[in-house]
C-alpha cells in the first residue's frame, strides 16, 4: 500500500540515548532534594552545520520550562544539568536546533584561515541571513550564535525527587509493647536519637484479633493472657486506623509523633495488607476476602509457613475500587497524624498496578512520604516494584556473607542505582541469619559495618545490639521467643551501642557514604577480606572488613589508580582514630575476626 503523503519532512536533527531514563522513560529516575540531575544525549545532523542543544525542565505540572545550556563534549555527545530542590516529579526533555548564523560564522571563519580572498558571495549570504535576525553584516561579525531553526525535541522524561531521607537514613526497629507502650518509647527517644538513627520504626500498632490467635513461639494455641502477633490486625476495637489500647491512646501517640519530631527523629509505621478474623472489614465487607468453595474464608499461607490468624484480602474482588480506596484512606489517615515513613509488608504479593496508583494518590497528598518495600523475591518483582514508586527496598543483604556473594549482591544493586534504593537491615524480627547465630559478637560487628558504609540506609532490629543470636530450633532463623508472640522487657544496652553511635557519626561525617552508585569494589587477594571505595567530591573512604568471625586474617588492600587519589596519601582510621600512609597499589591489612577498617584519605 502506498505510504501516506508527508506534509513536511522528517526533523533532519537526531536526539539519542537521552540519560538519565528508565525503560524508555516509562517511569521516573529517583534523586532526592538538592541534587544535580546531570543529562546527557548524543545529537547531530547530517552536514556540517552548526547545532546548539539545551535541557528544558520543570516542576510536573508547572506552566513555564526553565532551561539550562548543554554542552558539546565529542563524538556527538552533549551534557548538562540541572537542580532539583523540591519533592515531587519533575519533567524534562532535549531540545536541539540548527544555529544558521553560527554556521554561517564557522564557514566564513574557515575560508578565511585558509587564504580565500573573494568572500562576497558568503558576505551577501550572511547580510540576507542576519537581516531576517535583525543585525547588520558588522553586528553579525561579532554578535554571538544564537539562532535557532529546525528545533527538534526528545520525549519527555520524568524524575522521583524525593526528601532526603529516602536516600540516606539509620532505621531502628521495635515492638512498643516491649517498651511499655507509646510513653516507654518516647522516654527511649533521646538515646535513640543520640546514637544517630533517623528513623524509629514499630511493627503494627494496632489491635490484635483473638480468634485463632498465635502462643508463644508460633504455638497454635495461645495461652490465657497471650498477647497475639500484632500481624494478626483487628478486633471489636478496630482496625488499621485504630491503636491497641495496651500501647496508649491517640493523643500519646501524638505526643509521641511530635516528640520524636523535635529530635530529629520520625516514627514509621508498618502497613500490613491483611486482617484477622475479627476484623471489622470481615463484617462490613466480606466481599473483600477469598473463600474456599464451600464458603469459609482462606487464612494466609506461604508454605510452609502457615498463619490462621491472618487472612489476605482478594484484590480480585467486584469491588475492587472500594478496596482500593479503602486501603488508601488508612495511609492518609496516618499521614495525617504526622507519619511520614512507611514500611510495607511484603508489597511483592499485591497487585503492581495497585501500588503504583496508591503511592501517586498519597504523594499527590504529601510528596515527601516514604514507602520502604519489604519484598524478598525475584529481581524482576523487586525491580518494578523500585521503578513505580518505593522510595527504599529490602534487599538479599542478610543472605550474603561470603566475598562473592557481596560482590554480585552489590554489582546487582548498583545496575539498579537509576530507580532502587536499598536498605541494608542487618537483621528482621524474622531473620536470624546462620552467620549471626554461629558467630557471636565478632559477626555482628562485621554485619554492622557492612550495612553501615555499603548502603546509605540501613537499619537494625532491637536485639541485635545485644548480639542477641539463638534460633528456636537448628536449621531455623526464628528466634527463640520471637517477639512477635510475646511481650518481651526491652531497654537499650548492650556491647555494640558505641558501635553504633561511631557508625552513624562516620556515616554522617563523610558524604561519600551516603549515596549507593558510588561503591567501587577493591581487590583483597583474600576470600575472607571485603573491601571497597567510595567517594564524593574529595571525600574518598576505603572500607576492608574480614568477614571471618572465628579468625584473623591477613591480605590487601589494592587501591586502584582511577579512584584519582595521589601516589602516597595519609590514611586516616576512623574507628580506632590511627593514621597511617598507604599508597596507590597494594597494601598490606592484618584484621582480628570480624574487624574492619574504615579508612578517609587525607587529602
Not at 545496575?415 to 537491615?425: E, K, L, Q, S, V
Not at 567517594?535 to 576505603?542: P, S
Not at 601516589?567 to 597511617?580: K, Q
Request: glycine share 8%; net charge negative; with cysteine.
Amino acid at each position: 500500500m502506498p505510504s501516506k503523503r508527508k506534509t513536511q519532512p522528517d526533523a533532519r536533527i537526531q536526539i539519542q540515548e537521552v540519560q538519565p531514563q528508565v525503560d524508555c522513560g516509562r517511569y521516573a529516575v529517583k534523586r532526592t532534594v538538592g541534587d544535580r540531575v546531570d543529562v546527557s544525549a548524543r545529537i547531530f545532523r547530517d552536514g556540517h552545520d552548526v547545532l546548539g542543544a539545551a535541557v528544558r525542565w520543570k516542576p510536573r505540572g508547572a506552566s513555564r520550562w526553565r532551561e539550562t545550556p548543554l554542552d558539546p563534549i565529542g563524538n556527538d555527545w552533549w551534557t548538562g544539568g540541572f537542580d532539583v530542590d523540591a519533592c515531587g516529579r519533575w519533567c524534562f526533555r532535549i531540545e536541539a536546533w540548527l544555529d544558521r548564523i553560527a554556521s554561517w560564522q564557522w564557514e566564513l571563519r574557515r575560508k578565511a584561515d585558509a587564504g580565500q580572498e573573494d568572500l562576497s558571495s558568503e558576505l551577501a549570504e550572511g547580510a540576507l541571513l542576519l537581516g531576517r535576525a535583525g543585525l547588520t553584516l558588522e553586528e553579525g561579525l561579532a554578535a554571538p550564535a544564537g539562532e535557532r531553526s529546525e528545533k527538534t525535541w526528545s520525549p519527555t522524561f520524568e524524575v522521583q525527587v524525593d526528601r532526603e531521607r529516602a536516600r540516606f537514613s539509620a532505621w531502628y526497629e521495635l515492638f512498643p509493647r516491649s517498651w511499655g507502650g507509646f510513653r516507654g518509647v518516647e522516654d527511649a527517644l533521646p538515646a535513640i536519637a543520640e546514637l544517630g538513627f533517623d528513623v524509629v520504626y514499630f511493627p503494627p500498632i494496632h489491635p490484635i484479633g483473638r480468634t485463632n490467635r498465635k502462643g508463644r513461639n508460633n504455638a497454635l494455641t495461645a495461652e490465657p493472657g497471650e498477647p497475639g502477633s500484632p500481624y494478626a490486625i483487628g478486633s471489636e476495637e478496630g482496625g488499621h486506623t485504630a491503636i491497641h489500647p495496651e500501647l496508649g491512646t491517640a493523643d500519646d501517640f501524638a505526643r509521641l509523633v511530635e516528640g520524636a519530631r523535635r529530635l530529629g527523629l520520625e516514627i514509621a509505621l508498618d502497613f500490613a495488607i491483611q486482617c484477622s478474623p475479627d476484623h471489622p472489614w470481615l463484617r462490613e465487607h466480606p466481599e473483600w476476602f477469598h473463600r474456599r468453595p464451600d464458603g469459609t474464608l482462606k487464612y494466609a499461607e506461604n508454605p510452609p509457613k502457615r498463619y490462621q490468624d491472618i487472612y489476605n484480602v482478594n484484590f480480585e474482588s467486584d469491588d475492587w475500587r472500594g478496596l482500593w480506596e479503602a486501603l488508601r484512606d488508612v495511609v492518609r489517615y496516618w499521614v495525617d497524624r504526622g507519619v511520614h515513613a512507611f514500611r510495607v509488608d511484603n508489597p511483592h504479593t499485591k497487585p503492581v498496578a495497585f501500588w503504583e496508583w496508591l503511592i501517586a494518590e498519597i504523594h499527590a497528598v504529601e510528596p515527601g512520604v516514604i514507602f520502604l518495600a519489604e519484598a524478598f523475591t525475584r529481581p524482576a518483582m523487586m525491580t518494578t516494584l523500585g521503578k513505580i514508586g518505593f522510595s527504599q527496598s529490602y534487599t538479599y543483604f542478610t543472605w550474603k556473607n561470603t566475598r562473592w556473594e557481596l560482590a554480585e549482591l552489590v554489582s546487582q544493586l548498583r545496575g539498579w542505582a537509576p530507580f532502587y534504593r536499598p536498605n541494608f537491615f542487618a537483621n528482621t524480627p524474622d531473620i536470624l541469619h546462620e552467620y549471626l547465630q554461629a558467630g557471636g559478637r565478632p559477626a555482628f560487628e562485621a554485619r554492622l559495618v557492612l550495612a553501615t558504609t555499603l548502603s546509605p540506609s540501613y537499619g537494625v532490629y532491637s536485639g541485635f545490639e545485644a548480639c542477641e543470636n539463638v534460633p528456636v530450633r537448628q536449621g531455623s532463623e526464628e528466634y527463640l521467643n520471637s517477639e512477635k508472640y510475646e511481650v518481651r522487657e526491652r531497654r537499650l544496652a548492650g556491647p555494640l551501642l558505641p558501635l553504633i553511635r561511631r557508625l552513624n557519626e562516620i556515616r554522617r561525617d563523610n558524604p561519600a557514604l551516603q549515596r549507593f552508585e558510588n561503591v567501587q569494589l577493591l581487590e583483597s587477594e583474600s576470600d575472607h577480606l571485603f573491601a571497597y571505595a567510595k567517594r564524593e567530591g574529595r571525600n574518598t573512604v576505603l572500607v576492608v572488613v574480614n568477614l571471618d568471625p572465628s579468625t584473623a586474617r591477613d591480605g590487601l588492600c589494592i587501591v586502584p589508580a582511577e579512584l584519582g587519589l595521589p601516589p602516597s596519601f595519609g590514611a586516616e582510621e576512623l574507628l580506632s582514630g590511627r593514621t597511617f600512609q598507604w599508597a596507590i597499589g597494594r597494601n598490606y591489612v592484618r584484621l582480628e575476626p570480624g574487624q574492619s577498617h574504615i579508612v578517609r584519605v587525607r587529602r
